[in-house]
């Protein structure tokens, strides 16, 4: 019996890291979309964020059926309790994804990004594929020390949210304000997705440890 729970505990992680996966490539996609005002990959980003809430559904289901079912306590109530709340951070990842290409959709066929803040974004968008990468590693290895890596990308993305105000905040900022609000909105996009990486990050700790990491 206690050979299937773990298995079935097994299944669990795996459906978060394919989640992971999902939304990385989500943001993958979206960031090229942005970039290159591509509908048709702006368009698929969008369609294809319904498989990402499914996957939350499955996950979440799964883990309270373990709930109810087995009664878990201890390290195995962490895991369970643990997995409803990453489900959640990475289909709010995906919903960020979906923010960018909506961004991108919106404005086509014109660019959304000025040439200059073009080089930031396209570094955003690699390091959150990276953190969702990681993020789906950690998640099946549960490798601590992997998972506490996880903040020094966060801190990369930071920093290149941080230039992007100090790009629109220039006297030689010269694209007026609509383009400002789209930097801002895009920028806490990709912020966001990478902090919501972290925490699936932290909730691994969590798992193994009995301890949340200090923020």
């Keep these: 019996m206690r050979e299937v729970y773990q298995e079935q505990l097994g299944e ?30 702006a368009e698929q980003v969008i369609e294809e964020d319904a498989q990402i809430d499914e ?7 799964h883990a309270f059926g373990l709930l109810a079912l087995q009664a878990p306590v ?17 289909e709010r990842m995906g919903d960020l994804a979906l923010h960018v290409a ?18 930031y974004f396209a570094e955003m968008g690699r390091v959150a594929v990276k953190l969702a990468g990681r993020a789906g590693s950690v998640i099946q290895s549960q490798d601590v020390e992997a998972a506490r890596g ?6 990369e993305m930071d ?9 629109m905040m220039s ?10 609000v789209d930097v801002t909105l895009l920028g806490r996009f990709y912020e966001r997705f990478a902090d919501h990486a972290v925490s699936v990050a932290r909730r691994v700790v969590f798992i193994v ?6 923020n």
């Design 12 to 41: 669990l992680a795996e459906e978060l890291a394919s989640m992971s996966t999902k939304v990385g490539t989500a943001m993958e996609l979206a960031t090229k979309a942005l970039l290159e005002a591509d509908l048709e990959l």
């Design 55 to 61: 996957a939350r559904a499955r996950a979440e289901e």
């Design 171 to 180: 006297p030689d900022w010269s694209h007026g304000v609509a383009a400002a």
């Design 159 to 167: 920093d290149l949210h941080r230039h992007l105000f100090t790009v």
């Design 102 to 119: 909506k961004t991108a959709r919106r404005r086509h066929p014109n660019a959304v990004l000025p040439a200059d803040v073009q080089p």
């Design 150 to 155: 996880l903040e020094e990308d966060d801190d």
């Design 74 to 90: 201890a390290g195995d109530l962490r895991t369970v309790i643990s997995t409803i709340h990453t489900a959640e951070d990475l």
């Design 209 to 214: 440890t009995g301890k949340m990491p200090n």
